[in-house]
């Protein structure tokens, strides 16, 4: 859709200001991009779900993106200025000649976006923490929701919308009914948790759309940007549909094993284990959204379909499971529980659950920063057990599969991990590390920038103390153990 006539003046005049550049549009803004600045202009179009029309609105709205974009991503955003009719200046923005307005922000390489960066396989372990650690920061930049809203009306409502869309974007009509139903059936079954959520405060207004085509590059680290700014009711929604905004968009971008981890990271800073019970729902919102979208595409039907499925599937998740991972400290249990977390369980694979990240989180410190050894009482060590199984049985009675990662020394806790699986109701698998104590000091002397805080002078104070009977399945660490680790889960090795 091409820049309206009416807005052509000052349209050239940013072109002029950014160096004479076309610009990037979008049906709803034109993007200038100049060395040194970027000038973005929105569109006079009413497309229905936005109504950009009047300049009141341009300015509103504009001066609205502004104000929840700036506070996530500090120096990106560098303010607002107003143009006249005659467009030959820029002007402070609430200026009574002022009948235009543009968002000046900073320019940005084309390659520091997500979306680019992972088309070169750039999102990487780190980045996909440095992700995680994000979508938990957005979430104190935004206000809670008016006291009142009901969370579960207000998603019914965007089923409703969404099951409409598809239908007018001509997606089968049999395939669009029966999508509603289903997810209005398990809308009814977690009314009570989206209500429990959001009597904690976790509806929010959130970024609104999370995916990574709005998350770029800055000061070295993923920062948001483009808020949806026109409609507070679809922004304001639960923290954990926003990132299941972003999961969704690292399914296909970079597959299970990203999102993942993504999640996994998210929850190991945040602590919020409930969310995993809606992602089904919130995962197939997502995808029939995309598929109604592309529907509308010239091209696209063929992709439409495959997010039709999408949207089908997620609403038929797995039974949960719960994995335990144990061994003495560099026995390898963290690389092996990110390996098997995406291959099995809902989307986008089991909560990765680690012992070390709960105990930094309840101290209220990254996961990386190093703790005193005066941290790691036993006193301590019972609060960061009681942690990680209250999270293990909010997911798993949520519907979703667990791994808990934890050196489980401690005949007791092993126990403790069996019978929360008994608890509920859900199978069991207990994968046991072992190496020689050499192999492991080399891996604990060689690690940097670990949740673990373990030494050699740890590790042998574990060593020396009786573990009890293991009855948990033996594995050799000192190799690769994941292929005998998925035959002992019954697990695809792939």
């Known amino acids: 859709m091409s820049i309206p006539a009416a807005q052509a003046r000052a349209a050239a005049l940013l072109s002029r200001l950014t160096g004479g550049a076309a610009p990037a549009e979008t049906h709803i803004s034109a993007v200038f991009i100049g060395p040194d600045r970027v000038l973005k202009l929105k569109k ?102 008016a006291p009142g ?49 959001a009597a904690e405060g976790r509806i929010r207004r959130c970024h609104g759309d999370l995916h990574l085509g709005n998350v770029l590059l800055w000061q070295g680290r993923p920062v948001p940007f483009d808020a949806l700014e026109f409609d507070e009711a679809l922004a304001t929604i639960d923290t954990g549909y926003d990132l299941a905004f972003l999961i969704a968009d690292l399914l296909h971008r970079c597959g299970r094993a990203a999102a993942c981890r993504v999640l996994a ?21 997502r995808a029939l959204i995309r598929a109604h979208c592309l529907s509308r595409m010239a091209g696209q039907g063929e992709r439409a379909l495959a997010f039709l499925a ?63 050894p005066d941290s790691y009482t036993p006193e301590a060590s019972d609060a960061v057990h009681e942690a990680l199984f209250t999270e293990a049985e909010a997911a798993l009675r949520g519907g979703h599969s667990v791994v808990v990662d934890a050196a489980f020394l401690d005949p007791v806790r092993r126990a403790g991990a069996e019978a929360l699986a008994r608890a509920a109701g859900v199978p069991f698998t207990g994968l046991w590390l072992e190496a020689p104590l050499d192999v492991l000091r080399a891996r604990i002397v060689s690690r940097q920038g670990d949740a673990s805080d373990a030494t050699p002078a740890v590790l042998d104070h574990a060593a020396s103390k009786p573990v009890g009977a293991i009855s948990w399945h033996r594995l050799d660490a000192v190799e690769d153990p994941l292929a005998a680790a998925l035959a002992a889960a019954h697990l695809q090795l792939c």
Not at 116 to 135: F, I, S
Not at 172 to 180: N, S
């Open 44 to 145: 006079a179009v009413d497309l229905g779900f936005l109504d950009f029309s009047t300049p009141a609105a341009r300015h509103r709205f504009t001066a609205r993106e502004l104000e929840i974009n700036a506070p996530g991503a500090p120096g990106l955003y560098r303010g607002l200025h107003g143009i006249s009719v005659v467009a030959d200046r820029l002007l402070p923005p609430d200026d009574p000649d002022a009948v235009e307005w543009a968002l000046e922000m900073a320019p940005v390489p084309p390659g520091h976006f997500l979306d680019a960066v992972a088309e070169r396989d750039g999102v990487d372990g780190a980045m996909q923490d440095a992700l995680g650690d994000m979508a938990v920061a957005l979430r104190g930049t935004y206000p809670g929701a």
């Open 149 to 197: 809203m009901d969370p579960v009306a207000a998603f019914r409502a965007v089923l409703r919308g969404n099951a409409r869309a598809a239908l007018g974007a001509g997606l089968d009509p049999r395939r669009v009914i029966h999508w509603r139903r289903r997810a209005g059936k398990m809308l009814r079954r977690l009314a009570p948790l989206l209500r429990a959520r």
């Open 265 to 285: 990271r998210a929850v190991a800073v945040g602590g919020d284990a409930g969310q995993v019970a809606a992602l089904p729902l919130w995962l197939s919102t």
């Open 310 to 372: 999408e949207s089908e599937a997620f609403l038929a998740p797995p039974a949960p499971r719960l994995l335990a991972v144990g061994g003495l400290q560099g026995t390898g249990k963290t690389r092996l529980a990110r390996l098997l977390a995406p291959r099995f369980g809902a989307a986008p694979g089991a909560l990765h659950l680690r012992s070390d990240e709960v105990r930094k989180r309840l101290a209220g410190v990254p996961p990386e920063a190093p703790l005193p």
